[in-house]
């Protein structure tokens, strides 16, 4: 495993990260019992994974809280997150420092290493900022949290408006943002930011169903060449990816989208999902490896680099690709 330092947090923490929500939910998507997500959770920390990422949403909090408690507090990093809005409406600031004390409770923790607030909308970015924050930062001074976060919600906001706020606004310690081979706006509008102001990155969306189920990425293609955001030959290619595919290359598809988001400057942890052993290894590795040949990462660039909010569906939904311009 290898490590990195997230942002200014000084937080050691690990480029692989365990992320417990997603169409997985460390197997709770697939039917596993909660006592099989338990192990698998402590085997990802024995293979060296000690960033854990969990939400309030995700119903997982307990599964982390039983599965940490088996290591030193002080070798794990947990972050957790509560929405913003509730019932129709946005929260208020004593909602959500109830919702951070119920993550308390459920994940059986004094305090979590990082809080995010979820899902931030652009239209729900002042109320983050200056309602929700303060009342945070007042619970992080009795030492409930160590470092305050904030989380986009990609597919309600594809061109990233709200973090490019918020990489402007010191509070925030740690970002969470959707970066992949075909949405790869961060690369100028956010981690010149987080780089340059010390902000921890969280990656997801790094491979959700664009680049697992079966078919989707072919038919994005065909969408996308419509639609003359990419070149026409890619959509009559049977493996639009598969120039990423060899010796000196990527072992598949899902192995190039890792390790293409791991090695991005500006990059910190990159969140994945598993339900099952092997998977888990698969992805450590992968995350783990060396960048893909810069000629194959350039060429990734030129195709996609102005594409966005592709690939960005939502847990447990294969929703054709965004063609915004």
Excluded at 40 to 50: D, I, K, S, T
Excluded at 98 to 122: I, K, T
Aim: with cysteine; aromatic share 4%; charged share 20%.
């Amino acid at each position: 495993m290898d490590y990195t330092t997230l942002g200014r947090t000084g937080l050691r923490v690990s480029v692989a990260g365990l992320g417990c929500g997603g169409n997985s939910r460390i197997g709770q998507g697939s039917g596993l019992s909660e006592a099989d997500s338990v192990a698998l959770v402590r085997e990802a920390m024995e293979l060296g994974v000690n960033f854990i990422d969990t939400a309030e949403a995700y119903g997982t909090e307990g599964i982390v809280g039983r599965a940490v408690a088996a290591v030193p507090r002080d070798s794990v990093v947990v972050s957790t997150k509560c929405l913003i809005r509730s019932g129709g409406g946005l929260r208020s600031a004593a909602d959500v420092v109830q919702a951070l004390d119920g993550s308390l409770r459920r994940l059986q923790l004094d305090h979590v290493d990082v809080f995010h607030l979820h899902a931030v909308a652009p239209a729900a970015y002042a109320q983050a900022l200056n309602e929700l924050a303060p009342a945070l930062l007042r619970e992080k001074e009795k030492g409930k949290l160590r470092h305050l976060g904030i989380t986009e919600t990609g597919p309600n906001d594809p061109g990233q408006d709200m973090a490019q706020r918020a990489v402007h606004d010191a509070c925030w310690e740690v970002i969470m943002l959707a970066y992949s081979m075909m949405n790869q706006g961060a690369r100028q509008k956010i981690f010149p930011h987080t780089r340059r102001n010390g902000i921890g990155t969280l990656l997801m969306f790094v491979v959700r169903n664009i680049f697992s189920v079966p078919g989707l990425l072919a038919r994005t293609m065909k969408e996308l060449a419509a639609a003359g955001k990419i070149p026409a030959s890619l959509a009559d290619d049977g493996e639009p990816l598969g120039f990423l595919v060899h010796e000196s290359g990527a072992a598949n598809i899902t192995d190039a989208a890792y390790r293409f988001a791991r090695h991005e400057p500006g990059v910190d942890v990159v969140l994945f999902g598993t339900g099952n052993r092997a998977h888990l290894r698969s992805n450590i590795e992968s995350i783990c490896k060396p960048p893909l040949p810069a000629a194959d990462v350039q060429k990734l660039y030129e195709l996609f680099g102005a594409l966005q909010g592709v690939g960005l569906d939502l847990p447990g939904r294969v929703q054709a690709a965004a063609v915004r311009a």
